[in-house]
């Protein structure tokens, strides 16, 4: 019956296609109505369901009560000590060490160069050894008189080794000798006798320090020293200090400071003779806050001359270490009584004709702050910067020329100077084969009285560096600038320009083996023409070779 009923829908099928195409091919449908039938396709609309998942009332919290019990089992452990068994360190090879070294060689302007250093070898109770130098120079500078200078020394030292103690001593003998050059016309108006400045240095002192390590015991170092300095002006001076310096840690902190006694009688052939004496007692409390450190003190001087005067200053100085090991900020206050002598004048001018009366120098205010930051194990940057007030700042004074030729000496005068400076300085170095370091300072002085500061520049940098080859070949080089100074112009009671100089100078050592090596120098080798002092031009290019020696 199915059968049949589905083949009748195809038959009604067909029959009603066949009419429909029947009709179209007359091109007129009417209005018939047709239907069409199709099979059954039953839907399911979706259900919802009961959920049978079991619930509570959450409108009431339930805390459970808990408790937790640990039993107490106590268990037996056992251990046996068995010694331990040395451990054997390979003999590390000792470096071998010889007595002397000398170190020799000649240079342009006949110049010649030696220094030996003979010295006894390891030992537990004692430790001695001499050391001479010698270098001079007999060259000419165009126009100008005869430079010709030398410098000389012989020290003896010593060290005793005791059970708690150590005891050092020495005794040197230096001797230097300049020339007045400073005069063009004419170059022979002088012979090299009426020119000479010779000094002779005679020094001898001791030192007596415990071999204390332990910061929290009291811990000390006291010196004596005495010398007697002069030069062929009759010009003498002697001087003596005791000092000591003692420190021992208290309360988390360390206490320190430094007493002296500086007694000075300066012969002075112009002038009445003076005596200047300094007494005086630095004490100092360092303690740790971490990250930051604080020293307090102060500094008290009694500066003994016609009259007592007592100057006390404070110090505080504050270390901030941001980062360990990689950044430092620091800032410091104080003042302090300086010395001043005969001696470091001549050093760093001998071309003084009289130093005059001697004074000491008064720091009434010095402050300065500063960050040291360590980029990494390689580069290292510095920069300080600071403010000083002196009292009696030495400052070095041209002296009238000599008629009738130019002939010009110095003298010193003292005033009183403000002085601000900023330094900054960054060093890289790659273990012992390379390193170079190049630093820049700025100064400003306003003196009280001097119009212009005398032959102090107003900006200094230098440059300096290294290079290892192999261990074999080591390159050093030193650059310097030097800004303009000031000399007094007495012909219109102005001033004169010195100009400012480049002063260059490259090295090479060359280790032939462990004891023999050569060396070459070169000075000024872009063969500047300057003058370190006025109407004092300086040698331009310069060369040296030479040699060391270990016996």
Same mark, same amino acid.
């Given at each position: 019956?199915?059968?049949?009923?589905f083949a009748g829908q195809i038959c009604l099928a067909i029959i009603s296609f066949s009419s429909t195409v029947s009709y179209?091919?007359?091109?007129?449908?009417?209005?018939?109505?047709?239907? *069409?039938?199709?099979?059954?396709?039953?839907?399911?609309?979706?259900?919802?369901?009961?959920?049978?998942? /079991?619930?509570?009332?959450?409108?009431?919290?339930?805390?459970p009560q808990m408790k937790y019990e640990t039993d107490k089992v106590n268990y037996p452990t056992t251990y046996t000590i068995s010694p331990i068994k040395a451990v054997n360190i390979k003999d590390e090879n000792i470096k071998k060490l010889y007595h002397g070294f000398i170190k020799a060689g000649y240079g342009t302007k %006949?110049? /010649?160069?030696?220094?030996?250093?003979? %010295?006894?070898?390891?030992?537990?109770?004692?430790?001695?050894?001499?050391?001479?130098?010698?270098?001079?120079?007999?060259?000419? *500078?165009?126009?100008?008189?005869?430079?010709?200078?030398?410098?000389?020394?012989?020290?003896?030292?010593?060290?005793?080794?005791?059970?708690?103690h150590t005891l050092k001593g020495k005794v040197g003998y230096d001797r230097s000798v300049y020339h007045y050059y400073g005069y063009l016309d004419p170059p022979d108006q002088f012979g090299k006798s009426e020119t000479k400045h010779s000094f002779d240095d005679v020094s001898v002192g001791f030192d007596f320090m415990s071999n204390e390590t332990n910061k929290q015991r009291f811990r000390y170092d006291a010196s004596l020293e005495f010398r007697n300095f002069g030069d062929n002006k009759d010009y003498t001076e002697n001087n003596l200090l005791l000092s000591t310096h003692m420190a021992k840690e208290i309360d988390n902190g360390e206490l320190f400071g430094d007493i002296e006694l500086d007694v000075v009688k300066y012969d002075n052939p112009v002038d009445a003779n003076e005596t200047r004496n300094i007494f005086?007692?630095?004490?100092?409390?360092?303690?740790?806050?971490?990250? *930051?450190?604080?020293?307090?003190?102060?500094?008290?001087?009694?500066d003994i001359n016609e009259e007592t005067d007592i100057l006390v200053y404070p110090f505080v100085r504050v270390d901030y270490h941001p980062i360990a090991e990689t950044m430092s900020l620091y800032a410091e206050l104080s003042g302090d009584l300086q010395r001043r002598t005969f001696?470091?004048?001549?050093?760093?001018?001998?071309?003084?004709?009289?130093?005059?009366?001697?004074? %000491?120098?008064?720091?009434?205010?010095?402050?300065?702050?500063?960050?040291?930051?360590?980029?990494?194990?390689?580069?290292l940057f510095q920069v300080e910067g600071g403010l000083k007030r002196f009292k009696n700042d030495a400052f070095y004074v041209n002296l009238p020329e000599e008629f009738p030729t130019t002939l010009v000496k110095y003298n010193v005068g003292f005033d009183e100077n403000d002085l601000f400076y900023v330094r900054t300085e960054i060093t890289y170095e790659q273990y012992e084969k390379t390193g170079v370091s190049l630093n820049a300072t700025y100064f400003s002085n306003s003196p009280a009285t001097l119009d212009k500061p005398l032959f102090r520049p107003d900006f200094i940098l230098g440059l300096k560096g290294f290079y290892n080859i192999g261990?074999?070949?080591? *390159?050093?080089?030193?650059?310097?600038?030097?800004?303009?100074?000031?000399?007094? %112009?007495?012909?219109?009671?102005?001033?004169r320009t010195v100009k400012g100089y480049i002063d260059g100078n490259l090295g090479v050592d060359y280790l032939y083996s462990k004891v023999l090596s050569v060396f070459l120098n070169f000075n000024n080798i872009t063969a500047s023409k300057y003058s370190r002092w006025y109407n004092y031009p300086s040698y331009r290019f310069m060369a040296m070779a030479g040699l060391s020696y270990s016996f």
């Open positions: 019956m199915i059968r049949s009923k179209a091919q007359d091109g007129n449908l009417g209005d018939e109505q047709i239907n *069409v039938v199709k099979p059954y396709q039953p839907t399911l609309s979706d259900a919802f369901k009961i959920s049978d998942i /079991p619930g509570r009332d959450t409108s009431v919290v339930f805390i %006949n110049t /010649p160069y030696a220094e030996i250093f003979y %010295n006894s070898l390891r030992s537990k109770k004692l430790d001695a050894g001499i050391h001479l130098n010698h270098i001079s120079s007999t060259g000419k *500078v165009k126009d100008y008189g005869f430079p010709g200078m030398s410098e000389s020394g012989v020290e003896l030292y010593g060290s005793k080794f005791l059970r708690d005086r007692i630095n004490p100092r409390y360092r303690f740790e806050l971490e990250p *930051v450190t604080l020293t307090a003190g102060g500094n008290f001087a009694l001696r470091q004048l001549s050093i760093t001018n001998p071309f003084m004709e009289s130093p005059g009366e001697i004074l %000491n120098t008064r720091k009434k205010f010095d402050l300065k702050g500063g960050m040291v930051l360590k980029l990494d194990n390689q580069v261990d074999k070949i080591r *390159v050093t080089t030193e650059w310097n600038y030097s800004g303009q100074q000031y000399a007094i %112009n007495y012909e219109d009671g102005g001033f």
